[in-house]
């Protein structure tokens, strides 16, 4: 029971939680332990259920704080709406976009597997995935607004599938990892592609731009 209490205290609250639940069940019962482990569930309770999307009964792969905190983005499989926008405070859900189906002609079931804010979080970065081998919908960036949900661009260059997305803290750069090993740097103003990396020799699945934006 001290030892829970210790950890609920320092760096690994969730360890606390674990050790009362041991104290409890295997160890003669004490109300210091019980204390604990009530203490360690009430800080860690459920604080709010983002219910009501397509997403409940498929799949969420993504999701994203906007830099200001006040709202979070996510994506997912086989839902009409494939990026929601939701205020983080009141749990409503600000808007809804499917701007990724068109781009594919309605012909496969998409993914959404990437999400990037932009640094004033007016925007967002989102790239489609069909499980298509270079199925010419998967390069390609959308940027959309992130109030109207208006597909403000979409970037072209790019057949690899995209699997992750970050954008530069200044606003001006986007990168993408893809599928077939490389990295693109685009233009966010233009949507033209600025270099591609290479080097890898397989699938890139993450991809993070440093604080300063000098470095991926």
Known sequence: AAIAEQELQGTNPERGVLIALEALENYPYTPQALEALARGVEGYRE??????????ANRLWTAE????GKRFAVG????????IVWDAVTGEALLSTDNH????????????????WSPDSTRIATAPW?????HSCQGMP???DT???ETLMVFSGKESAINSIDWSPDGSTIVSAHEDG?????????????????????GIYQVALSPDGGRI
């Open 47 to 56: 604080l709010r259920l983002f219910d009501g999307t397509p997403y409940s």
């Open 65 to 68: 704080w906007s830099p200001d």
């Open 76 to 83: 997912g499989i086989a839902a009409p709406d494939l990026a």
């Open 101 to 116: 189906s068109e781009l594919c002609d309605g012909e496969y079931q998409i993914e959404l597997e990437a999400i990037a």
């Open 130 to 134: 069909t499980g298509r081998i270079n």
């Open 142 to 144: 959308v940027i959309w």
């Open 147 to 149: 109030t109207t949900g």
């Open 182 to 202: 490389t990295i693109t740097v685009w233009n966010a103003e233009t949507g033209t592609v600025r270099m591609t990396l290479i080097g890898h020799t397989e």
